[in-house]
């Protein structure tokens, strides 16, 4: 992993909050490669891999993923692309993820971008997206929530503690959103 010339920005936000849809426009915008964690290891689940059902059981849950999994899809992931400016979005989870792939990478993130968004919006927005996730019930919705705000939280304070916190107002419509995330990062690409 060519660890430093890795540019990096951590999309750290609750469930439903936007996440994946401004990373579809950062990426357009600013040439970023976007790495969901969630997307990488849904596909590991169709992939067959024999990891497959312990992770398709644990995101039912709403649970957190064992670090080394999620570790070695996103590496690999870093490694198999060219690029060398990522958006790594839904990871880390908790203080564990976060410790682990700061010392098996070497590499801490330029910024986090957290997007602020009440829980029942987070909520309505999960609750009509219609993309057939085995996550997107009210059962396992409530548990995503609760496993945020116990161990994802904790993170962004970790970073926030740091000065590598940029807040944006995610309860906004889309556009608005990313002109919010555009003022992050113009400056960087000037
Ligand atoms: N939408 C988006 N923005 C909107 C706006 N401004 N106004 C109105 N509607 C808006 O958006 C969700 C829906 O809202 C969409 O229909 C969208 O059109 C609309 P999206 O951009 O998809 O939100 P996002 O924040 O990406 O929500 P997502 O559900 O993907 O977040 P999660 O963090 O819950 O999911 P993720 O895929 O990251 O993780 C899923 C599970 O995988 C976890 O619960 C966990 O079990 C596991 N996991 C790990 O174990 N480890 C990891 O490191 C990562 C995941
Ligand atoms: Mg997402």
Redesign the pocket.
């Known amino acids: 992993i060519p660890s430093f010339s890795i540019f990096y920005v951590i999309?750290k936000?609750?469930?439903?909050?936007?996440?994946?849809?401004?990373?579809?426009y950062i990426v357009e915008n600013y040439g970023y490669t976007h790495l969901?964690?969630?997307?990488?290891?849904?596909a590991e689940i169709k992939s067959g891999s024999e990891n497959g059902t312990m992770?398709q059981n644990?995101?039912?849950?709403?649970?957190?993923?064992?670090?080394e999994?999620?570790i070695k899809l996103?590496q690999r992931a870093i490694q198999e692309n060219g690029n060398d400016k990522f958006l790594i979005?839904?990871?880390?989870?908790n203080e564990e993820?976060r410790a682990a792939f700061e010392s098996v990478t070497g590499i801490v993130p330029e910024f986090v971008l957290f997007?602020d968004?009440p829980e029942e919006?987070?909520e309505?927005?999960?609750l009509?997206?219609?993309?057939g996730?085995d996550?997107?019930n009210i059962e396992?919705?409530r548990?995503?929530f609760n496993?945020?705000m116990e161990s994802?939280l904790p993170v962004i304070e970790y970073y926030n503690s740091k000065g590598k916190v940029r807040k944006i107002d995610?309860?906004?419509?889309?556009?608005?959103?990313f002109e919010d995330v555009k003022a992050v990062f113009i400056p960087l690409h000037e």
């Open positions: 999309i936000s609750g469930p439903g909050s936007g996440k994946g849809t401004q990373c579809a969901s964690a969630g997307d990488l290891l849904r992770i644990m995101i039912k849950e709403g649970k957190i993923v064992p670090s999994v999620t996103l979005d839904g990871f880390p989870r993820n997007f968004c919006e987070m309505r927005r999960l009509s997206r219609n993309q996730r996550d997107d396992t919705i548990k995503r496993v945020y994802s995610a309860a906004k419509p889309v556009e608005e959103v």
